[in-house]
Every structure is written in C-alpha cells, then in structure tokens.
C-alpha cells in the first residue's frame, strides 16, 4: 500500500540494514569489539540515508505547508542572513515561483466585493516587500487575495544606505528605513503590462505611489504615476506616509493635502478609462484626533473625494514595552505586532470621523483574531508583511482559516456581515 508521507517510511525502513552485526557473527563466529571509528562504508551509508531522510521530511513538510516547519525551522535559517539580504531572497523565491502553491481553497464567506472588484479573500500583502512587480504571481499562489507593488518612484532611487532593516525579534516588529528604493516607473510599468499579456491568472494588483527624494514638484510625481499606471492597475494608493523620506508626511497637513488631493482625483477622473481606477490614501498611524479629523473634513469636500484609506503605514513611536534594546534605538518606521493596537483604533477613528470610507488595515496582522479586530474597526480588506518575516508565507493560509472559523463561531455568514461592527 503506498504511504502518504511521501517515502518517509521506506526511508526509515532501511535503517535495520544499515546497523546489522558483522557478516562474521551471522556465520557463528566470535563478535568482533566495536572500534571508536566503526566501519567507514556504513558510517557514510547511514549519513547519506539520515541525510536523506531528513530532506525528504523537509520536502514534504515544505510542500504541505506545514506552518510549524516554516516557523521553528525556515525562518531561523532564513534569519542568519542579513534582513535585507533575507528580504531580497523572499522575493526572489516568489517571483520564481519556488515556494509551494498553496492548497487552501477560500471559501465563499471570505469573498468581499469593493473598489468595483470581488477579492477572492479578505488578506493581501502591504506595499514594501514586492517593491518592483517582480513577485506577482508567487504571492497570487501562497494565497494572498491580492498584492500592492511599490512603492514605486518616477525615476529610479537607490534608496537610503545600508544596512536600512532590522529586525526585532522579541518583538515580532521591524524597523525599516529603506527611502522608497525603486526601479523606477518605466521599469514596473513593463512588468506588469507584459503580465497583462500573458495568459497567467494574476489576481487583483494596486500600485503603491511614491515621489522622488530629489523632486522639486512631488505633486507632479503622482500625477505621473496615476497617469502611467491607471490603465494596468485594479487601485491606486498615493503614498504620503513614509517617514523614510524628507518632507512627505508634511503632505497630510490639511492645507497641503487639500491642495495635492483636488489635483490627483482631477487627474485620475481625466483618465481615458471606463471605469477609472479607484484612488486610495496611505495615511500615518501617528497623527493626533484632531490631524485625523482634519483630513477626514478634507475628504468630504467632493475635489478631494478618494476612493479609500489604507491605514496605516509605519510609525515613528517607539513604545516603552519594546524588549529589544539593540535594534529600537534605529531610526526609521516600525511595523509589526507593536504597531498593531494604534492601528485598529485609528481605523475606527476614520471609519467614524468619515461616515465608512471603504479601508484597508495594516499594521500588526499575524492571525485571524487580528483581521477579525481591524474588519470590526471598520475595514474591509487587511494586508500584512512583517508577519511573515517571521512565521514564513503559511501565515496567509493561518490567517485565513482562523477567520473562517471566527466567523462561524460569531454566527456569521460573509466576511462583509462584520466590517464596521465595532470592537470585537
């Protein structure tokens, strides 16, 4: 009967073989006295057979998806590198497609139907870990119910130096202060037009904008990109938010934000398109009620009407709970499960201070009870990153299951049946 371990057990099977007594002592004579260095021939036998043994349980495990292997085994490997390093190898793995195919099938009640389109399921990835549009459809396969690309910058930037990324591992966080390093729009344009072509299932694609370190008009820098990426793209996210680049977050003071948001959606309703890609702000978790409140009075006025929010982007805080002493003291944003709480209660401010603007939460997603907690605050659709620096792309599937079964605990049938329900 053929196993389902894949091989494992014939595997261990041969390990009787491998340590049988001396032909000497099957023929009745005397047992010979073990050496310290035994024979070499069946040393080398049993290392090639442990070795294989253990690499077929890796594959296995790697194929099923075991979200256990990828967090107590992957990950820490992975960790040795450097954390860009790390990063740059995630991207390259999911852009060749060399992380298995998820297996998990989104059931109905995780569809949500916003921004015009139907998401297969609730979860995508932030902007920042696919940079330039390479990994696409690697991230499509690990289960993601869509993918943001970018930041992405008019004209190539290098980005700030290195090392730029660090991790905080008692922390599950990150602190990153890469400066929107991008190839450049001509570059990530072409990509996504040559998969455009193609006969590949690439799911729903938003396009994170950012603008040049060195611009001297940065409102012209996301005209251009609402104009070069409006054809390609499912959304659009201008990106104002960072705190890596000097002077962008000025942009969300209610004057200037005011001014750049009544030129964008007048650019994006010129469009030549029907219908027009939807137009999304990227907003700071560290702004005061009555900054939030500002921009929500902005967005009411109908020049500056967008489509939608993603909160939030990284913060500048640094929490005194912090437990890793060497790494906090970075500059840069922070990201992960610190950032979790400010950004849940912030979409709950700007759900309110709106009337329910259409949001995508970010900041601190590793689990079902997170996005059941920001879909609560308001949300409609979540995306994470920094959680699966840690538990690896099974985090996805994790995610996803735990909602489903949340929401059957809770008596729900849709996911859309608890946006904005109020605290969980």
Sequence with gaps: MASD??????????YPTLIAVDPDARRGGP?????????????????????AGYGAFSIISLYKGDEKFYRNYIMPVIHL????????????????????????????????KVFGKEFPNPVGIAAGFDKDGKA????????????????????????NEKPRVFRLQNDKAVINRYGFNSEGHSAVLKRIENLKESNE??????????????????????????????????????NI????????????????????LAKLVETRNNLPL???????????????????????????DKKCKVDGLIISNTTIERPDTLKSVESKSEAGGLSGAPLKDGSTQMIADMSRLT??????????????RDAYEKIKAGACLVQLYTAMVYEGPTVVTKVKKELVDILKQEGYHRISEVIGKGPS
């Design 5 to 14: 371990d894949g091989g494992l057990s014939g595997t261990i099977a041969l």
């Design 31 to 51: 047992y010979p006295k073990p050496t310290p260095t035994g024979d070499p021939r069946k040393l080398k036998s049993l290392l090639y057979v442990t070795v």
């Design 81 to 112: 590198l450097e954390p860009e390093k790390a990063h740059n190898l995630a991207v390259f793995a999911s852009r060749y497609r060399l992380i298995p195919k998820s297996r998990y099938q989104d059931p109905e009640m995780l569809k949500v």
């Design 136 to 159: 696409i459809l690697g991230l499509k396969d690990i289960g993601f119910g869509f993918v943001e690309v970018g930041s992405v910058t008019p004209e190539p930037q290098p980005g």
């Design 201 to 238: 299932d690439f799911g729903i694609v938003g396009v994170n904008l950012g603008k040049n370190k060195s611009s001297q008009d940065p409102i012209n820098d996301y005209v251009e990109g609402i104009k070069k990426f409006g054809p390609v793209a499912d959304y659009l996210v201008i």
């Design 241 to 260: 938010s960072s705190p890596n680049t000097p002077g962008l977050r000025s942009m969300q003071h209610k004057d200037e934000l005011k001014k750049l």
């Design 274 to 300: 029907n219908p027009k890609p939807p137009l999304l702000l990227k907003l700071a978790p560290d702004l005061a009620y009555n900054e939030r409140k500002d921009i929500a009075d902005v967005l009411k």
């Design 355 to 368: 009337g329910g603007i259409p949001i995508i939460g970010v900041g601190g997603v590793a689990s079902g």
